[in-house]
């Protein structure tokens, strides 16, 4: 198991959810 700071994880939480809400109205407009 990779062990990071919350920080990074923070970081990489909130790209993620950025990029999920994106491509999730990008699938319910088409």
């Not at 198991?1 to 990489?12: A, D, K, Q, T, V």
């Amino acid at each position: 198991c990779i062990r990071m700071r919350n920080e990074e994880i923070i970081e990489l939480f909130d790209l993620v959810s950025e990029d999920a809400l994106v491509y999730l109205s990008e699938q319910s407009l088409t």
